[in-house]
């Protein structure tokens, strides 16, 4: 079922790429820390596949309380599927809309972690986190940690990042710069429309070798002429995507193509 939110950690879920025990995790309300992800993700699950999940899932909603839940879908920001999936439900929008955006019901009962870490120890301090740990400190830590945690090995981590509400574009354009990120990390970035017209992500993609070889081509025709020339000449980049900066620069003025 869909709830008309997306972000990077929803479509992980939506793909069908997320383990059992970690859908489970999210049937219970204990994986996102902020109630657009928390509720896109139960009605997503509600419906799951495996009996147990949804009935997790239904269980969390029925349990979610109900005056938060409806100042919560006043808001302006809320999706009109989500709305529709709790109207149907016997929860309707009312009150004043809510300013808090946090969970509303956390089941997670792991020990709570510090936001504002210092970051000189933060890769010995995050390797001892649980991922659900990891992934709350990636969408409400410091921007020093989400830096971080965008490298981590579990890919629902690093979607986390990216669905931090406290991202920023100019970290974007960073990680799109950044060879020890995944592919999956890179593909999300150039599929984002917003983040996509910002140049210096463009123009990190497009050098970045991790980049997957046919957005890098995508990213390449969107280059100005001086990137060009260095993209052309650049040993780090995949080959075809240096031909291909070269093939755009012999043609001249990006008005003659």
Known sequence: MESGFRSPLIDFFRRGEVARDVR?????????????????????????????????????????????????????????????????????????????VGPLVDSDQSPAVEEEAPADDGPLVLSTLSIVERMKLAMKGSKAQRSQLVRDSNKLVAAAVLSSPKLTESEVETFAKMANVSEETLRTIAMNRSW?????????????????VALAMQMVHRLNDKDLKSLMTDRNVQEVVRLTARRIAVKGPKGSE
Do not use: C, W
């Open 24 to 100: 489970m995790l999210a049937a219970e309300g204990a994986l996102a820390p902020r109630a657009h992800e928390q509720l896109a993700l139960l009605i997503f699950l509600a419906d799951d596949a495996d009996p147990a999940i949804a009935a997790s899932a239904n269980a969390t909603l029925d349990a979610l309380p109900v005056e938060p839940l409806q100042a919560f879908l006043a808001r302006s920001d809320v999706p009109d599927q989500m709305r529709d999936f709790f109207t149907t439900r016997g929860v309707s929008p009312g009150g004043q809309p809510s300013t808090d």
């Open 196 to 212: 996509s017209k910002n140049y210096g992500v463009v123009a990190g993609l497009a050098r970045n070798p991790k980049t997957p």
